[in-house]
């Protein structure tokens, strides 16, 4: 197993060293890629990600990150978007779940789900266009992505051991 | 379900789901909103899974006002990993669990919590 181990800036230098050795403790045999992506890496070299950072992504299993700084320049490439489209990341996961002591807005802790989101069209497809008296953006749906989003949701469950 | 009567329902009858389906931006507001009944965005983890990939994050910025504060909540990373552990087929990822139920319980908290700093 092949983990890439991206801090990226700010928080994210902090949380994920903290997180690594909780994941260190299960003694398992990962071998940690360490990468520098993101707003600093930028700052020091003009790329916020190159494509043989991709590459090193994709020679990878899985990617744990913690967090990057965004700014407004049209030469700053997304990291985030970036990997997400290069790796088609199609199933963000939420879990909703307390925390032991933590009270949230509704004061209640009876919860326990995941909300599971379609993560590469609708309306965030990028296909828009800005004009003087419209704007609009396409909304697209695929029966791919609905596919494999409602079979990714349907599999959860099972494995949730929900009817 | 319609989108404006799921996040009434969300709010209101949070007990009744399991798991929930949904489009790119119904899911990015209902997904935040969500996070308001565990407490805040600072404390959960997410997933972006792929048919060969899986990418883990905190929910969260990289918040530089904070920054080398030693004051940042490290949970929701630590949630990512029992993401990472529960993805893998690792079946010990439940004891996350139990050790962050542990500090919570203990007072052992970062002051978003009402801790106090790490140094």
């Not at chain 1, 299960?26 to 940690?32: I, Q, Y």
């Not at chain 1, 190159?50 to 994709?58: G, L, M, P, V």
């Not at chain 2, 893998?88 to 007072?107: C, F, N, S, T």
Request: proline letters at 5%; hydrophobic letters at 45%.
């Amino acid at each position: 197993m092949k983990l890439a181990v991206i801090e990226g800036d700010g928080i994210g230098r902090e949380v994920i060293p903290a997180a690594v050795k909780v994941l260190d403790a299960f003694g398992l045999d990962f071998e940690k890629v360490p990468l520098e992506l993101g707003y600093t890496r930028w700052e020091r070299t003009g790329t916020a990600i190159s494509s043989s950072d991709i590459e090193t992504i994709k020679g990878c299993d899985a990617i744990l990150f913690g967090a990057v700084t965004t700014v407004q320049d049209p030469n700053y490439k997304s990291v985030l978007l970036t990997i997400r489209k290069e790796l088609d990341l199609y199933a963000n996961i939420r879990p909703v779940k307390p925390l032991p002591g933590i009270i949230g807005v509704t004061g209640r802790s009876d919860f326990d789900f995941i909300l599971v989101r379609e993560n590469t069209e609708g309306l965030y497809s990028g296909i828009e266009e800005i004009g003087p008296d419209l704007c609009w953006t396409k909304r697209v749906v695929t029966r791919k992505g609905s596919e494999r989003i409602a079979e990714y949701a349907c599999k959860l469950a099972k494995k949730e051991g929900i009817n | 379900m319609l989108v404006d009567s799921m996040a009434y329902s969300l709010m209101m009858h949070p007990e009744k789901y399991d798991v929930v389906v949904t489009t790119n931006l119904f899911g990015d507001i209902l997904s935040d909103m969500c996070a308001a009944l565990v407490g805040s965005l600072g404390l959960v983890p997410s997933a972006n899974i792929g048919e060969k990939y899986a990418f883990f994050e905190p929910v969260h910025g990289s918040a530089p006002d904070i920054a080398g504060k030693g004051i940042a909540n490290p949970l929701a990373a630590i949630l990512c990993v029992k993401m990472l552990l529960e993805w893998m087929g690792e079946q010990r990822y439940p004891v996350i669990d139990e050790a962050i139920a542990h500090v919570l319980l203990k007072k052992i908290i970062t002051p978003d919590l009402g801790g106090r700093p790490a140094h």
